[in-house]
């Protein structure tokens, strides 16, 4: 293990994530919009600014990320956000919008990271699904058709990179206890057992790469133990 970029690096599952990298030693590559929300002050931590939501800029953003970090070799590709409403609610624009962050920027950044990996002849991608990946929910039609793409999008991008020694893992969780929540008018409840931790994926990840190179973990599901949830007031916009 190298050298690792992290989408969505500055809050929830990508930051715990980072920091477990971190407490190894391995330099992180973070991207997010809003670093001030985690000051790491390890040198191994190098934060970039970037919208995700810019498709048009990726492939610059991806040669400038390879260009200064061509030792990466681990790809957790994990920036999202969650809306959660009937279909007829969502404008043309929020819906290219959260596609574009939440489907489009994954596949695109996946295809610079694959080069990279093919000509290294090394490399291990995590995709962040979900449960939804899995199946449909309620007012969940754009968060399922993102996710549902991303675990189609992972399932044929292991079978076409297996023979260029790059392994491809999706990671499907239930509800994460994180701030995805804040822009939501749902959260799971408080006690233990309704959530998983952020630090619970990271360590799934940290323990994914340590399987023997000849193994491929291709999907990990989890959930909460239970499923309780409380409605809310809605905190902010993403
Ligand atoms: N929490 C859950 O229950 C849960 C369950 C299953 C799957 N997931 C998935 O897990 C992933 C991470 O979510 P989380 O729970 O950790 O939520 P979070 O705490 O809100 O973190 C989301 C991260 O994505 C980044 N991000 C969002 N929009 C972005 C954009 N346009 N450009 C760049 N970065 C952007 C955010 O950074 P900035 O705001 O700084 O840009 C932040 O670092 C998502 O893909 C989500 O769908 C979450």
């Known amino acids: 293990m190298k050298k690792v970029l992290i989408t969505g690096s500055s809050s929830g599952i990508g930051r715990a994530t980072a920091e477990l990298f971190l407490k190894n030693d391995i330099p992180v590559v973070g991207v997010a919009r809003q670093h001030e929300k985690f000051s790491h002050k390890s040198e191994l931590y190098m934060p970039i600014t970037a919208d995700l939501s810019k498709i ?25 956000y969650g809306d ?8 043309t624009k929020q ?4 596609l574009n962050v939440n489907l489009i920027s994954h596949i695109t950044l996946c295809r610079f990271m694959v080069s990279h990996m093919k000509y ?4 291990t991608i995590f995709i962040i699904g979900s449960e939804s990946s899995l199946s449909g ?5 754009l968060y ?16 076409e990179v297996a023979t260029s020694g790059i392994r491809v893992c999706l990671l499907n969780p239930g509800f994460v206890r994180t701030p995805f929540f804040e822009s939501l008018n749902f959260e799971p409840k408080e006690t233990e057992n309704n959530a998983i931790e952020p630090e619970d994926i990271a360590k799934i990840i940290h323990d994914l790469l340590h399987t023997r190179i000849g193994t491929n973990i291709d999907e990990v ?18």
């Open 56 to 80: 048009e800029r990726l492939p610059q953003l991806s040669n400038e990320i390879l260009k200064n970090h061509p030792d990466i070799d681990i790809f957790v590709s994990n920036a999202g």
């Open 221 to 238: 599901n989890l959930s909460p133990t239970t499923k309780s949830l409380n409605f809310k007031p809605v905190k902010k916009d993403n």
């Open 84 to 91: 959660f409403q009937p279909i007829e609610n969502f404008s």
């Open 137 to 141: 929910g309620k007012k969940g039609t």
């Open 95 to 98: 819906i290219q919008n959260f």
């Open 120 to 123: 290294k002849k090394n490399g």
């Open 144 to 159: 399922s058709a993102a996710k549902f793409g991303l675990r189609g999008f992972c399932q044929a991008l292991r079978d």
